[in-house]
């Protein structure tokens, strides 16, 4: 097995196209997310991303391949989104592409209330656009429960 | 409550509850849309087979879609999304085919033009058969934190 690596460095392109299909796809229909003239007149100086956006991270950095870099060694059948936290700077508009450095920032185990143990691992990804500022960071967290856990 | 268009701080106060909106219901249509847009193609969500395999009565939505409906109403309540600095959520129970998604929320700080608000995604629907789920029950709790125009 090869040593776990401390982060993965990717690009995520924040193209008109994808935003406009994530938009649809949690039926957005602020005039912002389809009209540069809205966008504009809301202070964006491109059509924004709506703010769960950078969950197509996936498409760059597939499960498979966070798990082989960063190895947190979980097991995949008895894993659930539990939490997630987004906290912007400002939105990714159309255009850009992000610079996003993934690591895992928290990794621990407790009791569950139906007894067994349950891990938390969360990642964190931060966001930076081409001038090296920080856009927004994102904490994708996930629970393991144990195979005794009664859920 | 409704909010008017250009909201300012000095019309909220902590309490205040704010307008309910209902996406959905959601059906299997827009989980595809979700998995091929957000790039999540989990077969748990789509493939009948593989979900009850993995010990569900039928496939279910990825969390991430009801949060994004979430998102959408808490943009909405406080004027576009340029305003929202903080989302920060909990998933708490799934979200099935069939079920709406109701969002509401009370305003709980305001500092200045800084405010947080305490929100929630409530799934409502029949569910699967055999789960006891209830009609109504809370999918998503969240807080998110807003700053609003001078």
């Known amino acids: ?151 | 409550m409704t909010l008017p268009k250009n909201v300012t701080a000095d019309a909220l106060s902590p309490g205040m509850e704010l307008e309910e909106y209902v996406y959905g219901p959601i059906d299997r249509e827009d989980i595809k849309r979700y998995a091929l847009a957000s790039g999540d193609d989990n077969p748990i969500h789509q493939d009948e087979e593989y979900a009850k395999a993995s010990g569900a009565p039928t496939v279910f939505a990825m969390g991430m879609l009801p949060a994004g409906y979430l998102a959408h109403a808490i943009s909405d309540w406080f004027g576009g999304p340029q305003h929202l600095r903080r989302y920060k959520l909990r998933f708490t129970t799934r979200v099935w085919p069939g079920d709406e998604i109701v969002c509401r929320g009370k305003i709980i700080r305001i500092d200045g033009r800084e405010l947080s608000v305490e929100v929630q995604a409530y799934r409502r629907g029949d569910g699967p058969e055999g789960l006891g789920l209830g009609r109504e029950e809370v999918a998503i709790t969240a807080q998110a934190d807003i700053e609003l125009p001078e």
């Open chain 1, 1 to 151: 097995m090869t040593e776990a690596e401390d982060k993965i460095e990717f690009e995520l392109p924040v193209t008109l196209e994808r935003i406009q299909d994530f938009a649809v796809a949690v039926d957005e229909d602020n005039p912002v997310f389809a009209d540069a003239d809205a966008a504009r007149l809301a202070g964006f100086p491109e059509i924004p991303a709506p703010p769960t956006f950078t969950v197509t991270q996936i498409f760059e950095v597939p499960r498979e391949e966070r798990e082989r870099r960063l190895g947190a060694n979980l097991n995949y059948e008895r894993v659930l989104h539990g939490e997630q936290e987004f906290l912007y700077k400002r939105l990714p508009v159309a255009g850009e592409t992000l610079k996003g450095t993934m690591r895992i920032a928290k990794d621990f185990t407790k009791e569950g209330k139906r007894g067994g143990q349950m891990r938390f691992v969360t990642y964190e990804t931060r966001f930076d656009d081409a001038s090296g500022d920080e856009v927004m960071t994102a904490l994708y967290t996930l629970i393991e429960t144990s195979k005794d856990a009664a859920s």
